[in-house]
Structures are given as structure tokens and as C-alpha cells.
């Protein structure tokens, strides 16, 4: 009997240590299986809760409102200025009155895009930005109905020196910025190419076409050869560098589709302006809209 207690002890010893090791197991890989099934779970680190803003991103000011006012300012005041230039140069005569033209033309359009990233994110930015080439509108219609007179503009932004032209070119020109601000806006590929065609295309087209045209188109005479392909290489270079620009600012990303969607939109733009019809209507209607069409089914 005394033999067998100290075996029972040894045993229950054992039995113990057993028990408790595997008790132990149990419990490292309980407490792993814990941290590797909840370890997805991050718990937000609480902070300072921070100043309440608008939905929409400014530039100027944390009011929405206040930032898009100065962005009207400041870009009114660029489209003014180029404006008063150009008009500067025309009555010095410093260019020719066609590149004179071509030169307002190119730039106005193109430097008030390049303003646009400094209003709202909103549809409010957008409408703010269109009121600027819209009062242009306004004027085109005044002026080219003879109820305003402002031979500068006449002299800086006609072929031929009569105010009735504005009521032609320059109006569609100003339409097609305002309806690009106000339909299309930043985000929009569509924007970009009708706006860059419009601007940088058709001017340079007319530029390189006066100087550098001596082979005619065989369909139309009125055009070259090396002003359509000036058109369709200054449209598409002017498309990226904007897509470029607004992508920088986050407004859109870029990538090899936008790239071949501008590259097919400049070269129906530039088919479209060599044709006789086209210069009938007149070239800051139809190339526009054939950039929204086209650009319609591409982008």
C-alpha cells in the first residue's frame, strides 16, 4: 500500500504538468488566433475635431462665396488686360490687322481657362467663371447691332474693320467659352478640346496657312495643306498641355485614352475647318461643335 501512494503522486503529478502545458497551449494559440482575426480592426485615433468646411474645395478663402468672387476678379482682370493689349496694338498698328486678330484670338481663350482652377469645385465656380465671357457676349450683341460703339474692339477683333463681324466669329467664340465653363467645365475632356481647337487650332491654322500655304487643298483653294495640319498639331498640343495642367490640380487624371481622344477630335476639327462650308458658317461655329460631337463618342 505504501508502494502505491507515491506511484498515484508521480502520477497525478504528471497528469498535472500535462494538463497545465497543454492548458497553456491553448490559451498562446487562443490569443494568437485573437490578434490575427481582429488584427484587420484599426480603432481612429481621436483628435482635435477640425474647423468646419465647405464640401467644396477654394483657393481664397474658406467661404465659397468669397472665393469665387476674387477668382471672378482676378480673372476678369486677365481677360480685360489682354483684351486692352491687343486693342493697344491694333490701334498702334503694330501687327498686321489679320494676326492681330489671330493673336486675340489665340490667347484670350486660352489664358482664361488656365484661371479656371482658381474658383469652387461646384457648380457655383463653374457659373461664376461663365459670367465672364458671357458679358463679352452682351457686348458682342451691343456693338455688332450699332448700339454701342467701340472702334477698338471693332478694329482689334474684325477682318475688315466693320462692327457687324461681331456678330459672327466673336459671338460664337464668346458662346463657346461660356458654354464650355457653364456645361462642360474643368472636368470635362469635352471642354478642353472644343475651347483648345477653337483657340489654338483655328489661329494657328490661319497664322502658318498666310504664311507657309503655298500647297492648296484640292477641295478648297481658301486652304492649305500646312495650315490644316498646323491646326490639328496646335489644337491636340494645346488639349494636353490644359489636360495636363487641370490634372495637376487634381480636376482630372490623365492617361493614353484622353491622349488619342484629343488627337481624334483635332484631326476631325481640322477636316472639318478646310471645308468650304465651314468658312460659310464660320469657323468658331462649326469647329466647336464638331469637337463636342466628336468628343461625345471618343471621351
Not at 474645395?57 to 476674387?70: E, N, Y
Not at 489664358?111 to 457676349?137: D, K, T, Y
Not at 489661329?203 to 507657309?212: E, K, L, N
Request: with cysteine; charged share 15%; aromatic share 10%.
Amino acid at each position: 500500500m505504501a508502494s502505491v501512494a507515491p506511484s498515484l503522486v508521480k502520477h497525478v503529478r504528471q497528469h498535472s504538468t500535462l494538463h497545465s502545458s497543454k492548458t497553456s497551449k491553448r490559451r498562446r494559440y487562443a490569443t494568437c488566433i485573437h490578434k490575427d482575426c481582429f488584427s484587420f480592426i484599426q480603432l481612429p485615433v481621436l483628435s482635435p475635431t477640425p474647423p468646419r468646411r465647405t464640401r467644396f474645395r477654394t483657393m481664397f478663402s474658406d467661404s465659397v462665396l468669397v472665393s469665387d468672387l476674387i477668382a471672378e476678379g482676378v480673372s476678369g482682370g486677365v481677360a480685360l488686360s489682354l483684351l486692352k493689349l491687343w486693342e493697344h496694338t491694333a490701334r498702334r498698328r503694330v501687327f498686321d490687322q489679320k494676326l492681330n486678330r489671330k493673336l486675340v484670338h489665340i490667347t484670350v481663350g486660352l489664358a482664361f481657362m488656365l484661371c479656371w482652377p482658381m474658383f469652387s469645385s461646384g457648380r457655383q465656380g463653374a457659373l461664376f467663371a461663365a459670367l465672364i465671357p458671357a458679358v463679352n457676349i452682351i457686348k458682342m450683341l451691343l456693338t455688332g447691332l450699332g448700339i454701342l460703339k467701340d472702334d477698338a474692339t471693332v478694329l482689334s477683333m474684325t477682318r475688315y474693320g466693320d462692327y457687324r463681324e461681331l456678330l459672327k466669329g466673336p459671338l460664337y467664340y464668346a458662346a463657346t467659352i461660356t458654354l464650355a465653363s457653364a456645361v462642360y467645365w474643368r472636368t470635362s475632356p469635352i471642354a478642353i478640346a472644343a475651347v483648345c481647337n477653337m483657340c489654338a487650332g483655328d489661329g494657328m491654322a490661319d497664322i502658318v496657312g498666310r504664311r507657309f500655304g503655298g500647297q492648296k487643298l484640292p477641295y478648297n483653294q481658301n486652304k492649305s495643306v500646312n495650315g490644316s495640319i498646323a491646326m490639328a498639331s496646335f489644337g491636340f498640343l494645346a488639349s494636353l498641355g490644359i489636360m495636363m495642367y487641370y490634372a495637376s490640380f487634381g480636376f482630372m487624371e490623365e492617361s493614353v485614352k484622353l491622349v488619342i481622344g484629343f488627337l481624334v477630335v483635332s484631326v476631325a476639327t481640322a477636316l472639318v475647318e478646310s471645308h468650304p462650308f465651314s468658312t460659310e458658317l464660320d469657323d468658331n461655329l462649326t469647329v466647336p461643335l464638331t469637337a463636342v460631337l466628336v468628343g461625345s463618342f471618343v471621351f
